[in-house]
């Protein structure tokens, strides 16, 4: 099947500090999502990515579709405190949502005080 | 708009017990999602809802299976619980268009099977 593979697996920052993170896939998707998700609770839906190469931002976070469809990274700009978390990226590969997101094992943001 | 509503957030079964869970979606979306997530194999698909049909499957045994009721209210049942089943059990709900393909999930139940 299909599998993303998202890295890093976990990061140590300061707050302030730029962050970057990136999902791979083996496959093609037609959409790529980011999600966040705190302890206890569900994913949160950051930033949609509908077509190849299509840069949007959300406040600090900017995300981008990768021109070859087979990857997507996410950005997040001057860190504070309640960007910690951990963030997924999820594909899907048919467009009309018949299929379910296939999801990276997540990057854990970390910010040392 | 109310969120993605799961009932209940906290679930303790015992092994061979089974157990049903509740998921309300956004009004006005009709598709429904399930997703299993744990610490070891991340978030899996379960299974896809839309007006009142399963759509898609995620690669589970028979034991889970689902629903979905016409005022696109869902759940989703575990027979026969296994330890491995323990889990947060998301649900997520999406307009379901070709323009917007947006999943957005609940807070989940936390099963635990002793």
């Known amino acids: 099947g299909q599998q993303l593979n998202q890295s890093p697996q976990s990061m140590f920052i300061q707050e302030g500090e730029d962050v970057s993170m990136n999902c791979t896939s083996s496959s093609i998707f037609n959409t790529w999502l980011w999600y966040k998700q705190d302890p206890g609770e569900g994913p949160v839906l950051l930033i949609a990515l509908y077509k190849a190469g299509e840069l949007t931002s959300n406040g600090r976070l900017t995300a981008q579709f990768g021109i070859t469809r087979k990857d997507s990274f996410l950005n997040i700009s001057a860190s504070i405190p309640s960007d910690v978390g951990i963030y997924f990226c999820a594909g899907q590969d048919s467009g009309g949502g018949a299929d379910g997101l296939t999801f990276g094992k997540g990057t854990h943001l970390i910010i040392q005080p | ?114």
């Not at chain 2, 999602?33 to 299974?47: A, C, D, E, I, V």
């Not at chain 2, 007006?51 to 979905?68: C, H, I, L, Y």
């Not at chain 2, 998301?90 to 989940?108: D, H, I, K």
């Open chain 2, 1 to 114: 708009k109310a969120g993605v509503t799961q009932t209940p957030r906290y679930l303790i079964k015992t092994r061979g017990q089974q157990v049903t869970l509740s998921c309300s979606p956004i009004s006005g979306h009709r598709s429904v999602s399930w997703y299993q997530q744990t610490p070891g194999q991340g978030l899996q698909f379960l299974f896809e809802y839309f007006s009142e049909t399963q759509r898609n499957k995620g690669n589970f045994p028979g034991r889970f299976s689902g629903r979905q009721f016409s005022n696109s209210r869902s759940e989703m049942n575990v027979s026969t619980l296994e330890l491995g089943d323990s889990a947060l059990y998301l649900c997520a709900s999406s307009l379901l268009s070709r323009e917007v393909n947006e999943q957005f999930f609940g807070p989940g139940t936390r099963l635990t099977v002793l």
